[in-house]
T-cell receptor, first 111, second 113 residues
Framework: GQQLNQSPQSMFIQEGEDVSMNCTSS?????WLWYKQDPGEGPVLLIA?????ELTSNGRLTAQFGITRKDSFLNISASIPSDVGIYFC???????????FGEGTQLTVNP | GAGVSQSPRYKVAKRGQDVALRCDPI?????LFWYQQALGQGPEFLTY????????KSGLPSDRFFAERPEGSVSTLKIQRTQQEDSAVYLC???????????FGQGTRLTVV
């Protein structure tokens, strides 16, 4: 099946630093989604991307849909302690269909 | 409701016991998905409904897993004769028809002892 490769697996940063993570695939996708999951909770949708090259922001979060349609990037600026969690990229096989998830990036922010 | 609601939040089952997990999707969402999430992993697809029709059940790991959505709203995931490897978080998600943005519930953490 399709696989999404996320990197890095984990990050340990100081409060106030910027963060970058990415997701790559050997397959082309028409939509990329980024979710955040806190311990004991379900994934929460952060950003949805629909066009190659698209750059979308949600507060301190910015995500980009790669030009090749095989990758996506998520940046967090000026990190704060509540940014701690696991960030997942996800993509549907077709519009409205099941999602394939990456393995996640565990983010730790030290105050 | 405002979001996807799942119950119970936690379930401990003895090996061999049957369990039923409930999902109440966002009102008006036609599509409903079940995912299984093992510790330290991303969610893995189990099954998909459009209204009451189960259109894809290719992710169900065995015939002990069964899902239904009889009236096109609430869905139940049933696991018969639970085994230790069934221990995981079971997530339900819903979306509008044709939309990829899926909204997840808090999940049910199943522990089989």
């Amino acid at each position: 099946g399709q696989q999404l490769n996320q990197s890095p697996q984990s990050m340990f940063i100081q409060e106030g630093e910027d963060v970058s993570m990415n997701c790559t695939s050997s397959s082309i996708f028409n939509t990329w989604l980024w979710y955040k999951q806190d311990p004991g909770e379900g994934p929460v949708l952060l950003i949805a991307l629909y066009k190659a090259g698209e750059l979308t922001s949600n507060g301190r979060l910015t995500a980009q849909f790669g030009i090749t349609r095989k990758d996506s990037f998520l940046n967090i600026s000026a990190s704060i302690p509540s940014d701690v969690g696991i960030y997942f990229c996800a993509a549907p096989e077709t519009s409205g269909s099941r999602l394939t998830f990456g393995e996640g990036t565990q983010l730790t922010v030290n105050p | 409701g405002a979001g996807v609601s799942q119950s119970p939040r936690y379930k401990v089952a003895k090996r061999g016991q049957d369990v039923a997990l409930r999902c109440d999707p966002i009102s008006g969402h036609v599509s409903l998905f079940w995912y299984q999430q093992a510790l330290g992993q991303g969610p893995e697809f189990l099954t998909y409904f459009q209204n009451e029709a189960q259109l894809d059940k290719s992710g169900l790991p065995s015939d002990r897993f069964f899902a239904e959505r009889p009236e096109g709203s609430v869905s139940t995931l049933k696991i018969q004769r639970t085994q230790q490897e069934d221990s995981a978080v079971y997530l339900c998600a819903s979306s509008r028809q044709g939309q990829s943005k899926a909204f997840f519930g808090q999940g049910t953490r199943l522990t089989v002892v």
